[in-house]
């Protein structure tokens, strides 16, 4: 088995949201790719670009509600949600209508998350917006990358994804330094990223390229390890560039 569905325990019949902020989307189409030979739904609760990476994707624009009704379940990777011809993004179908389908599919992965492209969010009461019968939650976080030009992040509506809320969750002020203890607080937190999780919980620390940077996303890890025993499933940090995983 794949090492990183083995980590995810993605099997046939996992329906997994995945959150966060730092490749969300990018790690979707990795899992999707993982399991092509298998029946495979991206859709999105929220919004999403379509998954054009792989030839294997077929689009699937529900312009109207009986296109998307009558859609039908098949051999490899398959995104679906209505079109919206202004942005260009798919939109969450119906409600019922995605409770409907995903018992077709082996694997579905729900983007179930927006963070507008920034690193850091803070939640608003209905979100993230997880499904009921959701079998797993993976959260995507990554650790800002320090160098001498660049020593620190700071919490600033160009930064940080609904910032009063990000502010609350963290006890920060704006203009602060972004600490990898307000990472913790934005992930563990009871109105954190997790709050509405369902199934299993996941948590991926993405965009380990190097060794600094290995070595702390394995310290931020066993932190949350030790302070909140328990509440994950597995812990993980890798890269989906790179496609190399470890847990601790």
């Known amino acids: 088995m794949n090492k990183l569905l083995e980590l995810l325990d993605i099997t046939n019949g996992s329906i997994a949201a995945v959150i966060g902020c730092g490749g969300k989307t990018s790690l979707i189409e990795l899992i999707a790719q993982k399991c092509k030979n298998k029946k495979v739904l991206i859709s999105p609760t929220t919004k999403i670009l379509p998954a054009t990476s792989a030839a294997s994707t077929v689009i699937t624009p529900c312009d109207t509600l009986k296109s998307s009704t009558d859609h039908i379940a098949k051999e490899g990777i398959q ?12 939109e969450a179908l119906p409600e ?36 009921q019968y959701c079998s797993h939650t993976i959260g995507v ?34 203009g602060d330094i972004i600490t990898e203890k307000a990472l913790e607080d934005m992930v563990c937190a009871q109105n954190g990223m997790f709050k509405n999780s369902k199934g299993q919980r996941y948590l991926i620390v993405n965009q380990v390229e190097d ?14 390890k030790s302070k909140y025993p328990n509440q994950f499933n597995n812990l993980i940090y890798g890269s989906v560039r790179g496609d190399s995983w470890k847990n601790v």
């Open 141 to 174: 976080v990554t650790l800002f990358k320090q160098d001498k030009t660049k020593p620190s992040i700071t919490a600033t509506k160009e930064t940080v994804h609904n910032l009063p809320e990000f502010l609350s969750l963290t006890g920060l002020n704006e």
């Open 96 to 131: 019922d209508l995605l409770a409907k389908i995903v018992s077709s599919y082996d694997i579905v992965l729900l983007e179930a998350d927006g963070s507008r492209q920034k690193q850091y969010k803070g939640w608003q009461d209905n979100e993230p917006v997880i499904p």
């Open 211 to 224: 060794e600094e940077t290995a070595k702390r996303a394995e310290l931020f890890l066993n932190t949350v």
């Open 79 to 90: 995104c679906l949600g209505i079109k919206n011809e202004k942005s260009g993004k798919l």
